[in-house]
C-alpha cells in the first residue's frame, strides 16, 4: 500500500511534515498547500511535490491523509474540509482546536464520517517522557500526590520566530494553546486514566499587549491528584525553551529537567519508593530498556544539608537516572501514525506498550482543559470540566 498524502500549511511545521513524508518509502507525498503558493513551492518543488494555493485544489488528488500544520487558531476550517472532501485519515498538529465551539465541531465531522483522526502531540515519543509515565503507571513513587509543571519560551517566540507574521500568530494563539496543549496531553498521558475535573488559572498581560504573557493553573484530577501548570512567552533568557516538570508522590519523587534554563542540566531523576527492592530496581530498567529508555539505576544513600544544617535520616535510597536530553527523532510519533494507518490500529508495534497513539479524543480532552485554563483565568473563578 502507498499512503498518498498532502500538507496544508508550509510554515515551520508544515515544512518538516512534507520533508518527513516524503522520506517515508510507503509513502508519496502529492502536495503541499499553503494560501502563499509561493511558500509552497519552496517547500514542495524540492520534494517532487505539487505545490497548492489551496487544500481544494489539492484534494481533488485523490489523498489518502492529510497533514493540517496551520496556525493554531486556524485549524478548524482546513480539517473539516478535509473530511468533507473524503480525506479518510487526518494529522493534525496540536491543539485540537482553540475554542470548545470548534472543537465540538470538528469532534461532530470526525464522528459522521468516521474519518482516522490523529493529533500530533510530539512530546509523547520522546525518551524520557516515555520513562515517566512508566514511573507514574507503575506507582513507583507510591501515591501522586502533586506536581507542577512550568514550560516557557523567549520572547523572541512570540515577536519574532514568524518573520513579520509574528505579532498576529501570537495574538490568535497564547501560552495556554500554544504551551500548555503540550502539558495538559503529557498530564493526561502519564496519568491515565484520570482525567482533570477542575481548573483554577490566573493569567497577566502587560508585556506583549496583543495577547497574555503568562498563564499559571491548577488542576485537580478525579484521582485526586493536584497538579501545578505554568507558560509564559517573555522571558529574556539564553535558551529558546525552559520545560522542567516534579512529581511528588507519597513514597518517592521524579524531577524532569526537560529543557534546562540558566546554569541547570538537561536530565532526569526517580527517587523510587523504598518498597521497590533492587532486584525490582534492574527489572524495571530492563524493561525501560525494551522500550527504547537506557537508565542508570542507583542505589545511594542521601544526606540532604544546607551549610550546617542537616535534617538526618539518611538511608538507601533506589533511583532510576537519566543525564542530558531524552529527545527522539523530531517526527517519530508520526512514524507510528503512518504504522496505525498501514496495520490499521491505534496500536501499531512501532508504538508499542505506549498505549494508542493520540486521537481527536485525546485532542478534546486537552482542548476543553486548556479552554479552562482560558475560562478561569478571565472569570477567577473554579472552571469544571464536563465528561
Not at 502519564?190 to 475535573?197: D, E, F, G, S
Not at 491505534?346 to 486521537?359: A, C, D, F, M, N
Request: proline share 4%; glycine share 10%; hydrophobic share 40%.
Amino acid at each position: 500500500m502507498t499512503i498518498r498524502a498532502g500538507v496544508v500549511g508550509a510554515g515551520i511545521l508544515g515544512s518538516q511534515h512534507a520533508a518527513f513524508l516524503a522520506a517515508q518509502p510507503e509513502v508519496k507525498l502529492v502536495g503541499v498547500a499553503d494560501m502563499r503558493r509561493e511558500v509552497a513551492e519552496r517547500v514542495a518543488t524540492p520534494l517532487g511535490a505539487t505545490a497548492y494555493g489551496s487544500l481544494a485544489e489539492m484534494a481533488t488528488q485523490c489523498l489518502d491523509l492529510v497533514v493540517v500544520a496551520t496556525p493554531d487558531p486556524l485549524h478548524l476550517q482546513p480539517c473539516l474540509d478535509a473530511i468533507e472532501a473524503g480525506v479518510p485519515c487526518i494529522i493534525e498538529e496540536k491543539p485540537l482546536a482553540t475554542t470548545l465551539d470548534d472543537g465540538r465541531r470538528l469532534m461532530e465531522a470526525i464522528e459522521r464520517h468516521g474519518t482516522r483522526f490523529f493529533v500530533n502531540y510530539a512530546n509523547r515519543a520522546a525518551t524520557l517522557d516515555i520513562a515517566t509515565g512508566y514511573v507514574l503507571q507503575q506507582g513507583l513513587l507510591g501515591e501522586l500526590v502533586y506536581g507542577e509543571a512550568r514550560l516557557d519560551d523567549n520572547i523572541s517566540v512570540p515577536t519574532q520566530m514568524w518573520g513579520g507574521r509574528s505579532r498576529d500568530w501570537a495574538a490568535g494563539s497564547s501560552t495556554a494553546h500554544f504551551l500548555l496543549s503540550h502539558v495538559v496531553d503529557l498530564l493526561h498521558w502519564y496519568l491515565a486514566p484520570a482525567r482533570v475535573t477542575e481548573v483554577y488559572a490566573i493569567a497577566q498581560q502587560k508585556v506583549l499587549g496583543n495577547t497574555p504573557d503568562v498563564y499559571d493553573a491548577y488542576l485537580t484530577f478525579d484521582s485526586g491528584a493536584k497538579i501545578r501548570v505554568k507558560a509564559e512567552w517573555i522571558k529574556h533568557i539564553d535558551e529558546l525553551v525552559e520545560f522542567y516538570m516534579c512529581f511528588s508522590g507519597s513514597k518517592g519523587t521524579l524531577i524532569y529537567n526537560k529543557r534546562g534554563g540558566f546554569n541547570t542540566s538537561a536530565g532526569w531523576r526517580a527517587n523510587l519508593s523504598p518498597e521497590v527492592s533492587a532486584q525490582e530496581l534492574l527489572e524495571h530498567r530492563e524493561r525501560l530498556g525494551e522500550r527504547g529508555v537506557e537508565m542508570r539505576a542507583l542505589v545511594h544513600r542521601p544526606a540532604p544539608a544546607t551549610a550546617t544544617l542537616s535534617a538526618g535520616g539518611a538511608t538507601d535510597m533506589h533511583s532510576l537516572e537519566f543525564q542530558g536530553l531524552g529527545y527522539g527523532e523530531t517526527m517519530s510519533l508520526c512514524r507510528s501514525f503512518v504504522d496505525a494507518i498501514l496495520d490499521d490500529t491505534l496500536t501499531p508495534s512501532s508504538w508499542k506498550g505506549h498505549g494508542p497513539v493520540p486521537t481527536h479524543v485525546d485532542g478534546w480532552r486537552q482542548t476543553q482543559v486548556v479552554c479552562a485554563i482560558v475560562a478561569s483565568a478571565a472569570s477567577g473563578r473554579v472552571v469544571s470540566i464536563e465528561e
